[in-house]
Each structure stands twice: as C-alpha cells, then as structure tokens.
C-alpha cells in the first residue's frame, strides 16, 4: 500500500515576513494612506507651519528676514485698529451666514417635488453656485448702484427714497453678506435636496398615516435623518463666512475707509500692498486658529452624536 502524498505546510523563510503576517491588518490601511498623508503634509501641513514662522519675522518678501518672535501679533491685537473692524466683520458674516443653511432647507423642501417642470426649476435655483464669485460681486455692484442699480428703480416704484448701499460705513458689510447669500444658499440646497433623497419614506408615510403634522414629521423624523447634510452644510458654511474675500475685493476692495474689511482681506492687503509679509502671515494665523475652534467644536458635536 502506498502512502498518499499531502503538501506539507509552507514555512515562512524569514522572521520578517512572519512578523508581516502578524501585522498585515495594521499596516495595510498606512500603505494605502500614504500617499494622500505626504500629500497633505507638503501642501497643507507644510505651509501652515512655514506661515507660523513667517509670522515671527519683519520680512517684506523680498528682502532678508529679521526674527522679532511675537511682535506682529503685539502689533496685531494691542494696536491695529482695523484689525478689531475685520474680526467684528467677521462675526457679523459667520452670525449672518447661518441663515444660509435655513434657506437652503426651506428651498429644498419647496422643491422637493414630483411635478412636471421642477428640474428646470431646481436649475434656476442651482445656478447661484455655478457661477464665479466674482461674477456674483459684479452682479450685486451693479444692482446696488445708486444711479442707475435696480434695487434704486424698486426703492423709487414704491415711493420710497433711493440709498446707495456700498457707501454706508455702518450697513456696508450688511449689504455684502446679503450678496454672499445668494450662492451659499444654493449649495446648501443642492446638500438637502441630496439629503432629502435618503430620508425613509416608510417613516414618513407611517407617520402620515399616524396623522402627524407637518411640522413634526419634519422635526421628529426629517430632520435627524438630514443630520449629517446640515452638519456638512454649517461647516462650509463657517469656512466660508471665515473666509469671504471675493465678494469684499470685488465690491468695494475693503471700504469705504476700510469699513467692510474681513481677515482674509487684511491679509491679503497687508502682505501683498503693504510688503509686510510677516504681519500678513500673522493675520492668516489667527484665521486659522478661529476657523480651527468652530471646525473643532462641530466635529466633536458629530463624534458624539455618532457614538
């Protein structure tokens, strides 16, 4: 009787690659994530410590850089006056700017419909974010002038008295938020109306069955199931109150006298106009550290809503 073959074990030719296949589970995800994790480290880690350390020198960006440690940021919160105008600006845009995902909602519950012709309708409301801020910018200039602007004509059609919006040192920044609206609140609909396409419809109707009222079908059952749409929609929107520049450098280029200047602005105009590149870099620090705060305290917010 002949004994029947059987393959013997494979005996691994190395301690290594035992200890490999020991740990393969753990290193698998860093090999995959490596190449995005360099990325981000040049291009975003990279350049928000070489910011901080700008920020340490009186550097005009051209010349050699002299180290004075923190006074740029002394300069920056004990003596720069415009400084304290751009960060109350600031508040206003980020206060403001939250109505932005409130708009977004109600417009897409509106056009969350099934009738004939919404598509083309939801296109009209999406178009505000298709297009560049700049030509937003335009458009709004245009439409405030006081001269020949249609928010003039409107104004005087109702017998009331014509303004001229962008030369109001105390309602300019009002004005311009008003403008930053209308995109923001498009793409806060566009989140929604994706949002809204993944809501249980069993729930809904069960609860219509129920005879629910409209009001808590949204708050009891729309709503939680729309957490994660307006959790991403308040934080592009943060970001983007933090950052608003187009529309000031557009619309009146930080004015007048300075009136309607943000931080993204007052960096941008110190490093470049003013060649005091240190001071810019001061002031994109702070912007950082306040748009860090608000990202931090909604994605802690998330973390424990998921648990």
């Known amino acids: 009787m002949t004994d029947t073959f059987l393959p013997s074990r494979p005996v691994p030719r190395s301690g290594f ?28 880690i990279y350049p928000i410590v070489q910011s901080f350390w700008i920020s340490l ?19 920056l919160l004990l003596y720069d006056f415009d400084f304290e105008t751009a960060v109350i600006n600031n508040v206003k845009w980020l206060v403001l700017f939250m109505l932005s995902p409130v708009f977004g909602l109600a417009t897409a519950l509106f056009l969350n419909q099934n009738v004939w012709g919404i598509r083309f309708v939801k296109s009209l409301f999406f178009f505000p974010f298709v297009i560049s801020q700049v030509v937003v910018g335009l458009v709004f200039t245009w439409f405030y002038d006081p001269a020949n602007g249609l928010l003039n004509v409107i104004l005087e059609g109702l017998g009331l008295p014509g303004i ?14 008003a403008a930053g609206l209308w995109p923001q609140t498009a793409y806060c609909m566009i989140l929604y109306l994706t949002g809204l396409n993944n809501v249980d419809a069993e729930q809904v109707e069960a609860a219509r069955i129920d005879g629910a ?18 959790f991403l929609a308040i934080v592009v929107t943060v970001i983007g109150s933090l950052r608003s520049f187009d529309l000031i450098a557009i619309m ?6 300075g009136s309607s200047t943000v931080l993204a602005f007052k960096m941008y105009e110190e490093a ?16 950082f550290l306040f748009m860090s705060v608000f990202i931090a305290w909604f994605l802690t917010r998330l973390v424990r809503q998921e648990r």
């Open 17 to 44: 690659r035992t200890w490999f296949d020991r740990h393969q589970t753990r290193i698998a995800p860093w090999v995959f994530l490596s190449p995005a994790l360099v990325l981000f480290a040049v291009y975003v």
């Open 57 to 75: 020198h009186d550097w005009d960006g051209l010349g050699p850089m002299e180290f004075i440690g923190l006074g740029n940021y002394v300069e």
């Open 164 to 177: 001229s919006p962008l030369s109001s040192e105390t309602y300019v920044t009002f004005w311009i938020i």
């Open 213 to 230: 009222s409209s009001w808590t079908m949204l708050h009891k059952i729309i709503l939680p199931q729309l957490w994660p749409a307006t």
């Open 252 to 257: 009146t280029n930080g004015g007048p006298w």
């Open 272 to 287: 470049l106009f003013n060649y005091r590149m240190g001071y810019g870099a001061a002031v994109a620090v702070i912007l």
